[in-house]
């Protein structure tokens, strides 16, 4: 046997079933559109371009109101069209300018997010630059620098200097003992027995023949 649908007319009639739920569908905008329309309205009463404009309007009224021909004048003393326009500006400029704001608040955040993102990775940056710069030092202490280069040639070459001058010593002090012995080996016994030194007498002069 075939189940039977039931009529959703006769279920709406029923009071023991939930009526289903009716959607309002309010109009679309696009939020971002508007914002920067209300950033341009904003900025553009926030100038001395608007406040001109405005008092040269509001001076028009009163003086067409005031001064024209009882039959044209369409707003009387007191002023109240004037004044409802007046308050009707008000009261939709006032959130306008708030939207703006927050928009200005929720750029600023999202700008110092962005800083305080930039100056922790340039803080990390400069951190690691200081320890490599510390490493380098570290490395560079351990390396010959040109004044300790200078230094050790320096002292390799006074002792090259002082190597040569008691060698060049020592060769004409041998030199003389030579010359010594050709010229009276008996002089040079007696000098070894009275215990002189080899460079007094190689400075004495040889006996002539």
Known sequence: M????????????????????RRISLPRWDPEAF?????????F????????YMTVFILAW???????????????????????????????????????QNRQADRDRLTMEEDRRRATAQKADTEYLAREIAALRIAMGEVATRDFLRSELARMAEELDDAAHRRSKAD???????????????SEAEAAADGYDDDEVLDKPAPRR
Request: hydrophobic share 45%; net charge positive.
């Open 45 to 52: 009463m926030g100038t001395a371009r608007f406040l001109v």
């Open 62 to 100: 009163i003086c067409w109101n005031v001064l024209a021909p009882a039959g044209l004048r369409f707003d009387p003393y007191t002023f109240t069209f004037l004044t409802l326009i007046l308050s009707l500006q008000a009261s939709y400029a006032a959130p306008l300018i708030l939207l703006a």
């Open 35 to 43: 914002g920067r329309f209300s950033e341009g309205i904003a900025r």
């Open 172 to 186: 004409r002090k041998e030199l003389r003992k030579h010359v010594r012995a050709l010229s009276d080996p008996a």
């Open 2 to 21: 075939a189940e039977r649908v039931p009529d959703r007319t006769t279920d709406r009639r029923r009071l023991d079933q939930p009526r289903d739920p």
